[in-house]
Nanobody, 124 residues
Framework: QVQLVESGGGLVQAGGSLRLSCAAS????????MGWFRQAPGKEREFVAA????????YYADSVKGRFTISRDNAKNTVYLQMDRLKPEDTAAYYC?????????????????WGQGTQVTVSS
């Protein structure tokens, strides 16, 4: 298991940008694929983006493709989610997650460790 702590959420106007960070504990961070998921009030949690253990492969939900960028720094045990051209429908709690499948996954069931979440609110 790896411990995850998200940061960087906040309130932003539509069209603005935010960068989320997720700091992981443990010396095996580089062996995990990482992902970001989000959950809006009254809705199910949904996949946003994922990255494989080395950072060479990334995956995105269609709704954020071209606007969000996931990246990782294994030396810093941190994964990032750069969110540009934000829309009100991006408003949600954003969760960082770690998967022991190093190639990466878009399925929440493949992620065994989760952070507490950080709130992103986009005003129109």
């Amino acid at each position: 298991q790896v411990q995850l702590v998200e940061s960087g959420g906040g309130l932003v106007q539509a069209g603005g940008s935010l960068r989320l960070s997720c700091a992981a504990s443990g010396r095996t961070f580089s062996s995990y694929a990482m992902g970001w998921f989000r959950q809006a009030p009254g809705k199910e949690r949904e996949f946003v983006a994922a990255i494989n253990w080395s950072g060479t492969n990334t995956y995105y939900a269609d709704s954020v493709k071209g606007r969000f960028t996931i990246s990782r720094d294994n030396a810093k045990n941190t994964v990032y989610l750069q969110m540009d051209r934000l829309k009100p429908e991006d408003t949600a709690a954003y969760y960082c997650a770690a998967s022991s499948r190093p190639a990466g996954s878009t399925w929440s069931r493949d992620f065994g460790s989760w952070g507490q979440g950080t709130q992103v609110t986009v005003s129109s």
